[in-house]
């Protein structure tokens, strides 16, 4: 199983990004995926959620601004960050939903995302 | 949202040493389907997390026997016996059973 995460960066206040997470190993489509956040020096954020059959759960400190989404066909994962705030800053990490649910079993390395002006 | 409240914030341990780190949430894990959705991951200097225990006492694939997990309900506890320096690193608990899922603020641990 491996999980590679890109799409981070420096970006303004308000503006927008889109984290993509490539899955291999695995039969991507038949598992729920996470994505988690990690502020520098401070402990694990679970941010969303998204089944297999493509359901959605988020925390509400990012709904109706972040938006996960996958396509099995290329077994990537994503989440389109928008209007973006200073305490979105953070290490992005996706993780695949253990086989029992309710845990995290494999995390990719994480993609770093600044949010500042 | 579930608060997961995580004893103590660091320790040190010598070599061959045993620790246990507390977990409490502040509400009962045990699911409508009746699991216990507790999980312990360990991130290790510079990495990812990783999982070591699911559901309370399951150990993930490749973990050591030297970790185990118990607990029920809201109580839950983590011992690691016969530390070794690859050990060191902060431990999180962490629920799965209702969203929000959340975490601990984790437990540093230290090698003397």
């Known amino acids: 199983v491996q999980l590679v995460e890109s799409g981070g960066g420096l970006v303004q206040p308000g503006k927008s990004l889109k984290l993509s997470c490539s899955a291999s190993g695995f039969t991507f489509s038949s598992y729920g995926m996470h994505w988690i956040r990690q502020a520098p020096g401070k402990g694990l954020d679970w941010v969303a959620y998204?089944?297999?059959?493509?359901?959605?759960v988020y925390a509400d400190a990012v709904k109706g601004r972040f938006t996960i989404s996958r396509d099995n066909a290329k077994n990537t994962l994503y989440l389109q960050l928008n209007s973006l705030k200073s305490e979105d800053t953070a290490i992005y990490y996706c993780?695949?939903?253990?086989?029992?649910?309710?845990?995290?079993?494999?995390w990719g390395q994480g993609v770093m995302v600044t949010v500042s002006s | 949202d579930v608060v997961m409240t995580q004893t103590p914030v660091s320790l040190s341990v010598s070599l061959g040493g045993q620790v246990s780190i507390s977990c409490r949430s502040s509400q009962s894990l045990v699911h409508n389907n009746g699991n216990t959705y507790l999980s312990w991951y360990l991130q290790k200097p510079g990495q990812s997390p990783q999982l070591l225990i699911y559901?309370?006492?399951n150990r993930f694939s490749g973990i050591s026997d030297r970790f185990s997990g118990s607990g029920s309900g809201t109580d839950f506890t983590l011992k690691i016996s016969r530390v070794e320096p690859d050990d060191l690193g902060v431990y999180y608990c962490?629920?799965?059973?209702?969203?929000?899922?959340?975490f601990g603020s984790g437990t540093k641990l230290e090698i003397k």
């Open positions: 998204i089944s297999s059959s493509s359901g959605t």
């Open positions: 962490g629920q799965g059973t209702q969203y929000p899922f959340t």
């Open positions: 993780a695949r939903r253990g086989g029992m649910g309710g845990d995290f079993d494999y």
């Open positions: 559901k309370v006492s």
